[in-house]
């Protein structure tokens, strides 16, 4: 085996390497069974094991609370850009959306469908360098709920805190979920694409408070119901059985380095060290956020020149560190740092960069 | 390892041993470049040629004409339930709906959200053990599209041919996809989860003609449209790459095996195999599904009594049989023989049979 890369891709994104490894050996045969984890029945004991495991997990590395379903959906974070309206709003009720970015413009967009959208902030006029602090707006009083995502995997941004409004909340949380610690009980429903934080491409987490579960219109289809997934403890269909694994062992492994809140402190090392290689560098590298909403997962930053950019990316790569290509809405570099990223590849980045920063300067 | 036991299971049901192996290795380590195939950036150039690579292989095997899309979506073939009639359908247009089992039920549960359905045959009252031939029912000329379920799944019947009406076909194709031949320019849209014979859980795959994409209501959301998928090769928002990626396996597989005329051929000798067993016991065993309905991919019996049944199913298992337990809606038991099972697991479960029986009869 070639040595392994550095991976900074912004999701689906880098994964703990014993993670790999176990997957790569349950499936072949799934606890010496004799038949592989991805051929065997979802009914089965066995997969149900896997499946209430993975929840049990999630719901003590997240603190969820009682009266809370975790549901394990198909169809990605975008999927869930209208199921939230659909199952939470009626065509009269308002929600109140802050855009922070790509995210929450595509999702701006799907809940026009379903009810009366207001948008109180928007950054994107300043393209979204900033997510607001409570003071830049309000909330309608009559809003259903406030919505935000938590961070920005385009931009680099991200809510330091919370939104703390008399607004329930609801959040995109998939690009720092499991980063940090959250107070669930603050949101109706947090939902989260599993491939930045928790596993591969494949299943989306949904928390949902219980008594929302019974707002959806019987009009809706049956699998485009949240509480037709939790009744059947997201067994109404089958369900993608590999990526529930992997979030699974995904859990086993932030648990056994600490949880939530040891994992909080390795990301605000890991992000500290990068930035300050930005900020030392007498502006060679400038970061597209303001400090106030940096990021601790996706650190997004510029060179002097579209030639230096190109330059650093294809150097880099050539050192092992792969997707260090911005979002062409940013341009210049990112660098996606998530929870099974390991320092020492930001160890070896930052001098890679004060090397290159020397040599251009 | 133990050695692999028989896995008759309906869905997720048993693949091909080679794909777990290669996929084994490239979960660790993808194509040796250090960096693992889940963990891989849907956009980078590897992941894309593996999605092109295995849609390519579909429509050779498959033999797909020009003017098709092949989509890869999430949710199962029952979030196809709805899709096909929110994309097809208005209010007050009609489609035609053979009810042939569970799953063409919930089908029409779900289309008549989006308009007028008539059913025109339904075999639910002889608890589904047979499919209709062409005289049997008439089709609505004013219908956009007659739908069947080509296989049944639950109940052990399938479709010898495909019903030779004056009408586009929509099929779910979920249970018997390319375990024959079938010309796909009679159908509007096939779709196939693709947990049978396809690969794991987690993907289902979409065949829509292209005139077809336009007809979507605007007001639909963003994800729930096929064009939105065709439009971006299925990679509007994050594919679930590892599903996609083992059917690509899967894909190459058959096609080694000399592609769906060969997999055709070995599947009547399977199921001929099977059926035989069943109506050479004098009685004892005693198949569901009529003659003429039977399926070759599940094969349904019953035994005696329910005790026999249960001793029938434990004893099997302790010799490796495993998954042999009929659905609850028919009782009995269920060998699914997909086209990844193979062929020496048949003989050795006809030779059990035969003990069993002699034993008991």
């Avoid at 009083?141 to 406030?146: D, K, Q, R």
């Avoid at 009980?185 to 949904?206: E, H, Y």
């Avoid at 997962?297 to 002097?304: A, G, K």
């Avoid at 740092?337 to 040599?359: C, Q, R, S």
Wanted: glycine letters at 6%; hydrophobic letters at 40%.
């Amino acid at each position: 085996m070639s040595e392994r890369i550095y991976n900074f891709s912004a999701g689906p994104a880098v994964l703990p390497e014993q993670v790999l490894r176990e997957a790569a050996i349950d499936i072949v045969n799934f606890h010496n069974k004799g038949i592989g984890l991805i051929e065997i029945s979802h009914r089965s004991k066995e997969f149900m094991a896997v499946a209430e495991e993975t929840e049990t997990l999630i719901r003590e590395l997240m603190g969820v609370p009682a009266g809370y379903k975790v549901l394990f959906l198909q169809g990605g974070a975008s999927s869930q850009f209208f199921m939230v309206p659909m199952n939470l709003l009626k065509k009269d009720q308002v929600a109140t959306y802050l855009n922070t970015g790509t995210w929450s413009k595509k999702a701006i967009k799907e809940a026009k469908l379903f009810g009366q959208i207001e948008v109180p902030y928007s950054s994107e006029e300043i393209n979204f360098t900033r997510v607001p602090a409570d003071h830049e707006y309000t909330v309608n009083p009559a809003s259903e709920y406030l919505y935000l995502v938590s961070n920005n995997t385009i931009f680099g941004t991200q809510f330091q805190t919370m939104p703390n409004k008399d607004a329930m909340l609801v959040a995109d949380m998939s690009s720092d979920i499991l980063s940090r610690s959250v107070d669930v009980s603050r949101f109706g429903l947090i939902f989260a694409g599993a491939q930045k934080n928790m596993g591969p491409a494949g299943v989306t987490v949904v928390i949902i408070r219980e008594d929302l579960l019974e707002r959806v219109d019987e009009a809706v289809p049956t699998m485009l119901k949240y509480k037709t997934h939790a009744k059947e403890d997201s067994m109404f269909n089958t369900p993608p059985c590999f990526a529930v694994y992997c979030v699974g062992r995904v859990m086993h492994w932030l648990k056994e380095l600490g949880g939530v809140e040891a994992m909080a402190k390795r990301n605000q090392k890991k992000a500290a060290l990068l930035y300050d290689a930005i900020d030392s560098s007498n502006g060679f590298y400038r970061g597209h956020a303001e400090k106030q909403s940096r990021s601790l997962m996706n650190v997004t930053f510029t060179l002097p020149s579209k030639e230096l950019e190109a330059d650093f990316i294809r150097k880099a790569a050539a050192q092992g560190f792969d997707g260090l290509k911005g979002h062409r809405s940013v341009g210049g570099c990112r660098a996606s740092i998530y929870n099974a990223f390991p320092h020492e590849g930001i160890e070896k980045l930052v001098d890679f960069m004060a090397t290159f920063a020397k040599k251009h300067q």
